[in-house]
């Protein structure tokens, strides 16, 4: 069964932190892979997403993402987090672009502390 | 650009009432997916509309029913509403038939069943 998890619920981190997001899926063959975030009241942003090439996959806003196919794993990383980072990051994956069916992960919530 | 828009941006509804929502997609977009999400959880996929018809479809009830108009807005159809289908209900738009495609979201429709 395709399926994406996101074995933190919750994290904070102090503002000028570094960050990593943890992310694990379950596919049949190789996905594409993307991370959103969610602020408060808003719809989904695409931060990054991979494919194929480079398993290092540089994002906006400073994130960057590693694709790590022996270990079903797509982090999410960011070197210095800022107080406006605070929001909903999703993880996903879908077969083909983000044009078809796309599988989400439950969500980790980033606090940033001051 | 005004990006994905859906209406209304809130709704309440009482158990066994129907309720449409309303999507308008990304200018130049001809496909729109629709996705739930309940509190503390990812979006998931109910179903998407290319071309007036169902493409694709989730694990979803035949309670939830769609329909594609020609200038490609969409609505979403929700009859004998359950206490259960109190969600954020997200609208995306994309691009049909062009590699990478990114999907666009809306900030969405939060529809309270009580």
């Known amino acids: 069964a395709q399926s994406v998890t996101q074995p933190d619920i919750h994290i904070t981190v102090s503002e000028g932190a570094s960050l990593e997001l943890r992310c694990n899926y379950s596919y049949g063959a190789t996905p594409y892979l993307f991370w959103y975030v969610q602020s408060p009241g808003q719809g989904l942003q695409l931060l990054l997403k991979?494919?194929?090439?480079?398993?290092l996959v540089q994002g906006i806003k400073g994130f960057e993402a590693e694709f790590k196919r022996s270990q079903s794993s797509f982090n999410l990383r960011k070197p210095s987090v800022h107080w406006s980072d605070a929001a909903e990051y999703f993880c996903?994956?879908?077969?083909?672009?983000?044009?078809?069916?796309?599988?989400f992960g439950s969500g980790t919530r980033l606090s940033i502390r001051p | 650009d005004a990006g994905v828009t859906q209406s209304p941006t809130h709704l309440i509804k009482t158990r066994g009432q129907q309720v449409t929502l309303r999507c308008s997609p990304k200018s130049g977009h001809d496909t729109v997916s629709w996705y739930q999400q309940a509190l503390g959880q990812g979006p998931q996929f109910i179903f998407q509309y290319y071309e007036e018809e169902e493409r694709q479809r989730g694990n979803f009830p035949d309670r939830f029913s769609g329909h594609q108009f020609p200038n490609y807005s969409s609505e979403l159809n929700v009859n004998a509403l359950l206490l259960g289908d109190s969600a954020l209900y997200l609208c995306a738009s994309n691009v049909q038939g062009i590699r990478d495609t990114e999907a666009f979201f809306g900030q969405g429709t939060r529809l309270t069943v009580v």
């Open positions: 991979y494919f194929s090439g480079d398993t």
């Open positions: 996903a994956v879908a077969r083909y672009s983000s044009a078809s069916k796309i599988i």
